[in-house]
């Protein structure tokens, strides 16, 4: 401690030497002394360290006072809180100082000092203090009218204080607010700028009785008609304060817009500039509250888009097509004869195209409308003479794109239907269609833009054209030979900078994407030259954009697949791609990502044209080999040579495949996943396509790394290695002589782990059908279909007997029956095997279960046929005592149903009707049969099934009855055109329970693949839904959890349902008081809310909705009822915390207009304690609650400028202080990223 204090009195010392360079040093020491963190200062030193500091601002000598404001900064925080107020006191009446020179160097020194006052909860006091000694201090700065410069830098410090503290000086507001007001009629234009911008910074987190006042006072102001510069001011501070105070200013539209428009009346450019600044502002932050006036807005925007009272637009654009070269010469002459300094008139245009856009992104609802209205006059402006303007057009335009791709994104459901040609039409978007209408006109205006000497104005084009193209696909494929000519001249033009070639590529690259080939083969000879020049370019950025480029064009000029005969020669472009692509290959010293392309590109070049290459291909093949052992490039060298190995060209890899093989199976063993994923995916191309030239020994340092990833802990990586394996079975079947050691005691665990279903078990059952076939490892069918059925068979006290999980059985089952079929020889005896299984009353539980699913899925097959004896055998397990065995039979009476209908179903329905005890585990059965039969198959017996169900749809047992439900949707899919109209009439007809399954079928008749059902549900879906209005709670229930359903698998079904239908969807989200009653439990009464299952089902549909229907929502009003269910049951409140989660990152503007409200009910949540004598589980609820309130609030301080909402702010810092849910709120942190962290130290 001493030490330090002799070292700094010693620097001290120095300061007070006579000598400038003595004290240049001495401080530039105490400011690196300062910096260290370990510094700690006695408070004599701190006070005379101060001092110094604050005589040296005052030096003669200019670079000393700098290094002299520089150590305040690390001095604020090392020092106490009086030095820091008299360093204060001692820079505000520096301010106001007659030196010019000392009031700036103070004006310095207090912004360095608010920088660093601290926000966190222990220096909030210090900070207070501080903030409230320099505002007093600075409003009397303000008021002195004598010096502007004075005022100046006041006006520039509060600005600074208000933007980063304005929360610690609330209680000034008001007082800032009126000295701030009288600055606006300033004479000096600084002065008012300032004052606009200190204001914007208080607006956010000032009351909103001040904000009213401003506002009040700004129109009170603006209806006396000041003068014009006056009223620009205005305007520009209505603006500011709409920007920086968002949704506030909703309420005051009404007045505030007829005053605007009023003004942009009047002929003053820059007053006219800013009232469209205005709106734009209030079209951004008070998207709803301007729904009244879009109308009024979009009329100015339009008309004031093309003021251009100086120049005259000539209207001969019919023959720009011959006169286009002509023109050319001629712009630039006619540019600069009107250029006249004086017009404004370009800001007029500039604001009101920038207010268009504002209105475009934020009103996607008004989407069509805006091709009618907005879109015809985006593209006239295309011609726009003013560069900056015209940049602004293609911006707007493109905003406009992107929010119809945003649309039809989201209408988008898979196009993979069954019939693709009537789905797309269907599906197709009014404003897509609309757009393509446009493409001709578009592309007619932008071509000639594209050969101009403006650079900016072909990055728009080009930034324009690729929207276009990611928007409609394809839209461009007539118009290529207009816009080739433009590409090569960005490409080729002497005077292009090299990030106008970066953008003609990355568009050009696009459109190659987009299009078919045949469409750019003709151009081949004028695309390919400027192309290659870019690739040999010596900036690595153009060549890597021209690598993909060339890449794409490789595949142009011998397409594979579908479009493979073109007929299109590739012989003369061969030479010259190929040269200029192996010199980036073989160099070295080149950037990491022009080395990748390379190699890509040339991977391309011989998977597309290497019958062409000759003598040249074995080189090229060596140095993909050299690539694959190179750590930085090896992975794409593996997805390179995975490319060339399932070439259709069958090149010869021969020379490199030994190595290869070697090197990909030590990729096996790495960590990095990715590289795993396609080393595996480069070998099973490699044994597919060339196993001829593969020797079996070659192949196992490949398979002594495989045992280690079949693992259940990555079922993708197992998938894959087990697709590996089986075209090893089938290409070279020799290599798996040894497998049943190494790798196979890892395929039977995943058989029998619980994890396994879909693709990798769909792996699997080829594998085992391959390896049976392949004859080669000793392991033949009876040794197989022991190791499946083993574990099954140990008695269940054994040590892993008790553990095999459900899914397991339907695996084994599955693996035995895909044995059977590869070995039909053996089918009969396995069968027989399996019935005396069931019916040996000493085998164990799980091996009878087994042995009826292994019946069932080898009964799927249709090899039973209708045999008695395994009827018999069904009938009997259905009265056995034991679940398991009850059901494993009914899943397997339905399977065998499915492999012959004709024996099974008549004999399934006649039980179904005599057997009411069995009826569950029989409409299981029958259910298997609807979901798994086709269509064709099923529709002879439809009609009986129908009459069955029905007759059933009543039944007083709720889980009997969902499953008739489920049938009965799954039926209607089978024949939608007779059987939905059916289902509504079951609507009008039946009892309470009808209704509540007719609703339940058609939950299951929504599916989340396009079906041919879709367009008829579409048309009925609302009628259905008016059972939400149902005098019964069950069905009001059952018709939310359709709703959710729908909204969840094809929101396209209910979007324009939405207007009547969430209005009877918030009804049900209310507490009624009538559905909650008391029961008497002994001496304790107990509440039961039967009104709960009804919300909670209207809450996920809410959830459901944000995610699927967010434009079809007025948020606000949702708003309002999330914020009831904060307050709601345990199980909403958890939905509702996730709901405000998502909103916040979904609609943070409306979050924050409505944060207020929802701070307080999270506030309840997270102080609430447990009563001390509660139960264990209350305190683990209270804890789930809790955590999950905490991680809506995280989610809300992620949200910027949340913190400058009052009550916003005090909560955080109420979590700050308290140590338990600060630690709360660092554990949901930890858990999900530290997204929130620095928003929390803000606030």
């Known amino acids: 401690m001493s030490n330090v204090s002799y070292h700094v009195s010693n620097l001290l010392e120095k300061m007070t030497s006579t000598d400038k360079d003595f004290r240049f040093m001495a401080t530039n020491d105490l400011m690196l002394e300062l910096q260290k963190d370990s510094i700690k200062l006695d408070e004599d030193s701190e006070r005379k360290v101060v001092t110094m500091l604050l005589k040296l601002l005052e030096d003669k000598n200019g670079e000393v006072q700098n290094l002299a404001v520089k150590c305040l900064a690390p001095l604020v925080s090392k020092v106490k809180e009086p030095q820091v107020e008299t360093m204060v006191d001692t820079l505000c009446s520096n301010m106001l100082s007659d030196k010019e020179q000392l009031r700036d160097i103070s004006s310095m020194g207090l912004k360095t000092v608010i920088a660093e006052l601290p926000l966190s909860s222990s220096g909030l006091t210090l900070t207070t203090s501080v903030c409230k000694k320099i505002t007093s201090q600075l409003i009397g700065a303000m008021g002195k009218q004598e010096d502007v410069s004075v005022q100046l830098e006041a006006l520039d410090i509060l600005s600074d204080m208000l933007g980063r503290l304005s929360g610690a000086l609330v209680s000034f507001h008001s007082s800032l607010l009126s000295s701030l007001l009288p600055q606006l009629t300033s004479p000096r234009m600084a002065v008012r700028k300032r004052s606009i911008l200190a204001l914007g910074h208080l607006v956010p987190c000032c009351s909103p009785a001040l904000f009213s006042q401003l506002?009040?006072?700004?129109?009170?102001?603006?209806?006396?008609?000041?003068?014009?510069?006056?009223?620009?001011?205005?305007?520009?501070?209505?603006?500011?304060?709409?920007?920086?105070?968002?949704?506030?200013?909703?309420?005051?539209?009404?007045?505030?817009?007829?005053?605007?428009?009023?003004?942009?009346?009047?002929?003053?450019?820059?007053?006219?500039?800013?009232?469209?600044?205005?709106?734009?502002?209030?079209?951004?932050?008070?998207?709803?509250?301007?729904?009244?006036?879009?109308?009024?807005?979009?009329?100015?925007?339009?008309?004031?888009?093309?003021?251009?009272?100086?120049?005259?637009?000539?209207d001969d654009e019919q023959d720009e097509e011959d006169s286009m070269d002509i023109e050319d010469g001629l712009d630039e002459e006619s540019d600069d004869e009107y250029s006249d300094d004086d017009d404004m008139s370009w800001k007029v245009r500039r604001s009101s195209i920038k207010c268009l856009e504002a209105l475009i992104s934020s009103r996607r609802d008004l989407l069509l409308s805006f091709y009618s209205s907005v879109c015809p006059a985006l593209l006239a402006r295309f011609k726009e003479r003013e560069e900056n303007v015209r940049a602004d057009v293609f911006a707007a335009f493109s905003t406009l794109l992107r929010q119809t791709r945003v649309g039809s994104s989201h209408r988008g459901l898979v196009r993979a239907s069954s019939d693709p040609g009537s789905s797309k039409e269907q599906e197709e978007e009014p404003a897509v269609a609309v757009l393509k209408e446009q493409v001709p006109l578009i592309v007619k205006t932008l071509h000639r833009q594209l050969k101009e000497k403006s650079i900016k104005s072909r990055q728009g084009c080009f930034g324009l054209l690729t929207e276009l193209s990611h928007t409609v696909p394809g839209a461009l494929e007539q118009h290529i030979p207009a816009l080739i000519p433009g590409i090569v001249f960005s490409l080729t033009d002497k005077s292009t900078s090299s990030t106008m070639r970066i953008d003609a590529l990355s568009f050009f690259h696009v459109l190659l994407l987009c299009h078919p080939p045949q469409a750019f083969q003709p151009h081949m000879q004028v695309l390919l030259p400027p192309v290659v020049a870019c690739v040999e370019d010596t900036f690595y950025k153009i060549t890597s954009e021209a690598l993909l480029v060339t890449q794409q064009l490789v595949r142009v000029m011998r397409p594979h697949g579908q479009n493979a005969a073109t007929g299109f020669d590739a012989k003369p472009f061969v030479r010259e791609v190929f040269s200029v692509t192996l010199k980036r290959l073989q160099a070295t010293d080149i950037d990491q990502e022009v080395k990748e392309r390379a190699i890509s590109c040339m991977g391309h070049m011989v998977c597309h044209l290497g019958d062409h290459l000759g003598a040249e291909l074995q080189g090229v093949l060596l140095i993909f080999l050299e690539r694959l052992k190179n750590e930085i490039t090896r992975l794409t060298a593996v997805r390179t040579i995975t490319l060339i190995a399932a070439s259709p060209i069958k090149v010869d890899l021969s020379s490199i495949l030994?190595?290869?093989?070697?090197?990909?199976?030590?990729?096996?063993?790495?960590?990095?996943?990715?590289?795993?994923?396609?080393?595996?995916?480069?070998?099973?191309?490699?044994?597919?396509?060339?196993?001829?030239?593969?020797?079996?020994?070659?192949?196992?340092?490949?398979?002594?790394?495989?045992?280690?990833?079949?693992?259940?802990?990555?079922?993708?990586?197992?998938?894959?290695?087990?697709?590996?394996?089986?075209?090893?079975?089938?290409?070279?079947?020799?290599?798996?002589?040894?497998?049943?050691?190494?790798?196979?005691?890892?395929?039977?665990?995943?058989?029998?782990?619980?994890?396994?279903?879909?693709?990798?078990?769909?792996?699997?059952?080829?594998?085992i059908q391959a390896l049976v076939l392949s004859k080669t490892s000793n392991m033949g069918y009876s040794q197989l279909l022991?190791?499946?059925?083993?574990?099954?068979?140990?008695?269940?006290?054994?040590?892993?007997?008790?553990?095999?999980?459900?899914?397991?059985?339907?695996?084994?089952?599955?693996?035995?029956?895909?044995?059977?079929?590869?070995?039909p020889k053996e089918s009969p005896g396995t069968v027989s095997g399996l019935i005396q299984e069931v019916k040996n009353p000493g085998s164990p539980e799980s091996a009878r279960v087994l042995a009826l699913l292994s019946l069932g899925e080898v009964g799927r097959s249709g090899s039973l046929g209708g045999s008695k004896e395994v009827q018999g055998v069904i009938l009997q397990a259905f009265t056995s005592t034991s679940e398991e065995v009850k059901t494993a039979a009914s899943c397997a009476l339905g399977s065998m149903a499915v492999g012959s209908l004709s024996d099974y179903l008549p004999f399934l329905l006649k039980e179904i009707s005599t057997q009411p005890r069995r009826q569950y585990l029989l409409l299981h059965s029958l259910k298997e049969v609807i979901s798994a039969c086709p269509a064709s198959s099923l529709s002879p017996h439809v009609e009986s099934i129908w009459a069955l169900l029905i007759k059933n749809c009543e039944c007083p047992e709720e889980g009997t009855r969902n499953l008739v439900a489920e049938c009965l949707g799954k039926l209607t899919l089978v024949d939608p055109a007779q059987l939905l109209p059916r289902l509504k009439q079951q609507l009008r007809a039946g009892s309470a329970l009808a209704r509540s399954t007719v609703v339940t079928a058609i939950k299951f008749t929504i599916v989340d693949q396009p079906a041919p059902i879709d367009s008829l549900l579409k048309g009925c879906i609302g009628d259905f839904l008016k059972t939400l209005q149902d005098e019964d709670l069950n069905v009001r229930r059952v018709a939310l959890v359709m709703f959710n359903s729908a909204a969840h698998n094809k929101p396209s079904l209910i979007r324009g349902l939405l207007g009547t239908v969430l209005p009877h969807l918030y009804k049900e989200t209310q507490i009624r008081k009538d559905l909650i009653r008391e029961v008497e439990m002994g001496p304790f009464k107990h509440t039961v809310d039967d009104g709960l299952d009804v919300r909670k089902a209207a809450f996920e549909c809410m959830y459901t909705l944000l995610d699927s229907c967010l434009e079809g929502l007025d948020v606000l009003q949702f708003l309002d009822h999330v914020e009831e269910g904060l307050k709601d049951h345990y199980d909403i409140r958890m939905l509702t915390f996730l709901m405000l989660a998502r909103l916040a990152s979904l609609c943070p503007a409306a979050v924050l207009q409505r944060l207020d409200r929802l701070v307080e009910p999270l506030k309840a949540t997270c102080t609430t304690k447990v009563k001390a004598g509660s139960v264990k589980q209350e305190f683990e609820k209270q804890e789930e609650l809790r955590r999950s309130a905490m991680r809506a609030v995280a989610a809300l301080l992620a949200v910027p400028n949340v913190e400058r909402s009052p009550s916003m702010a005090d909560f955080a810092n109420q979590i700050r202080t308290n140590a338990d849910m600060a630690s709360i709120y660092q554990s949901v942190q930890g858990g999900e990223g530290g997204s929130g962290a620095e928003c929390m130290d803000m606030s």
């Open 215 to 314: 506002t009040e006072h700004l129109l009170t102001e603006l209806n006396k008609a000041p003068p014009t510069s006056v009223t620009r001011t205005y305007i520009q501070c209505l603006a500011t304060i709409s920007r920086q105070g968002g949704h506030r200013v909703g309420e005051h539209l009404e007045k505030l817009i007829p005053m605007v428009v009023k003004f942009t009346g009047d002929e003053d450019d820059e007053l006219r500039e800013y009232c469209f600044q205005a709106f734009e502002a209030f079209l951004r932050r008070c998207p709803k509250e301007m729904s009244p006036h879009v109308a009024t807005v979009t009329k100015l925007c339009l008309q004031f888009m093309t003021f251009d009272p100086n120049y005259n637009y000539d």
């Open 786 to 823: 022991r190791s499946l059925t083993e574990p099954f068979h140990s008695s269940p006290a054994s040590a892993d007997g008790g553990v095999i999980h459900r899914q397991s059985y339907h695996s084994v089952a599955r693996c035995v029956a895909a044995l059977t079929s590869a070995c």
């Open 658 to 767: 030994p190595e290869a093989l070697s090197v990909l199976g030590s990729f096996l063993r790495k960590n990095q996943r990715t590289l795993k994923l396609g080393s595996l995916a480069c070998l099973t191309a490699l044994v597919t396509h060339h196993a001829a030239s593969i020797k079996p020994a070659a192949l196992e340092p490949v398979l002594s790394e495989l045992p280690a990833l079949v693992d259940e802990g990555d079922m993708h990586v197992s998938q894959v290695s087990v697709t590996l394996l089986t075209c090893m079975a089938r290409a070279c079947p020799s290599s798996l002589a040894k497998i049943s050691s190494s790798v196979l005691p890892g395929v039977f665990r995943l058989v029998h782990s619980p994890l396994l279903q879909g693709g990798a078990l769909a792996a699997l059952l080829d594998f």
